[in-house]
């Protein structure tokens, strides 16, 4: 079972798991790998560790989304946009600080990228899981999670990583490769419910000719009061266009293309649960309760059909 990244919105992912578990009663004890990137990553160790749903998105609701709520004017386009302490202690407090991973009750894969490697004199994207011979077994589970959430964008990076998603949005395909590799499972024995935290109608739609990532005429100062379009930041946009194009691309562009090699993958054994929502920002806590109707009235029965037939 894979969770997306997406802040605040993780509320959307939480409510349809909290459904599901409800209905199926066995799921989370009945799945054998639990993956996650930034938010996701948050619920895929929780459930990893003998956390319930409900328990895990209580404090989600209590504990983190408070974090969220003080924000710095100019983010996230000028400066770190969210003071990252709360979040930090948040993540500390749910979970002990001696859990580790080899401490899990369940294998998790979660991606990070470190920005520097000695071991490879150069920057990596890291997958740390708990699988037998993994070489981040002593790792914290709190430090795993800090690191995959450390979005450049709103946030500092934490102990000199970045968020798993320049890696990877949607974790499905990672999932399904170490099933392969360190579980030596065949395909035909894997199944993936991937959650992810809302499809948004984002969309480029004009001409997008000669723009760079601040634009070429930007370089004089007397040019800066009338800034042309570009692919860093995008303060003339229509509501369905992207703030930060480049960035955005690469996190949604990289979930839809998760789920498309996934399905190649398995077939029918893969199953995206993602309902449509609107631009919502993935930092304003304001959005919780839209996101929990969304959840509530999305059609779960495709989804229950599903876990029927892949669960056992």
Do not use: C
């Not at 560790?49 to 408070?66: A, C, M, N, V, W």
Request: aromatic share 10%; no cysteine.
């Amino acid at each position: 079972m894979t969770f997306d990244g997406g802040g605040t919105l993780g509320a959307l992912s939480l409510q349809l798991l909290n459904r599901l578990a409800y209905q199926n009663p066995k799921l989370i004890s009945e799945t054998n790998v639990f993956s996650g990137n930034s938010i996701g990553s948050f619920t895929a160790l929780a459930l990893a560790s003998g956390r319930s749903p409900e328990e895990t998105f209580q404090f989600f609701k209590d504990h983190i989304l408070p974090a969220f709520s003080i924000s710095r004017p100019g983010g996230p386009v000028f400066n770190q946009q969210l003071p990252y302490s709360g979040f930090i202690k948040a993540i500390r407090t749910f979970f002990p600080r001696d859990l580790r991973l080899r401490d899990l009750k369940k294998r998790i894969v979660v991606p990070a990228f470190h920005l520097f490697a000695p071991e490879l004199n150069r920057w990596n994207p890291v997958l740390f899981h708990n699988f037998p011979d993994s070489p981040y077994l002593n790792e914290k589970a709190s430090d795993v999670i800090l690191r995959s959430s450390a979005a450049p964008a709103t946030q500092r990076a934490y102990q000199n990583y970045v968020d798993g998603y320049t890696v990877a949005t949607n974790t499905s395909t990672a999932s399904i490769a170490f099933a392969v590799g360190k579980a030596k499972q065949p395909l035909d024995q894997i199944a993936v419910l991937s959650i992810g935290t809302g499809e948004q109608p984002t969309q480029l739609r004009r001409d997008t000719k000669g723009w760079g990532m601040v634009s070429a005429d930007n370089i004089r100062p007397e040019d800066m009061e009338d800034l042309p379009p570009n692919w860093g930041v995008l303060l003339d946009r229509s509501p369905n266009e992207p703030l930060l194009p480049f960035l955005q691309i690469i996190s949604g562009g990289s979930s839809y293309y998760e789920s498309m090699v996934s399905s190649e993958l398995l077939g029918d054994q893969f199953f995206r649960l993602n309902p449509r929502i609107p631009n919502f920002s993935k930092t304003d806590p304001s959005v919780v309760p839209a996101l929990i109707s969304i959840a509530n009235k999305t059609n779960l029965r495709p989804a229950f059909h599903f876990i029927e037939k892949n669960w056992n």
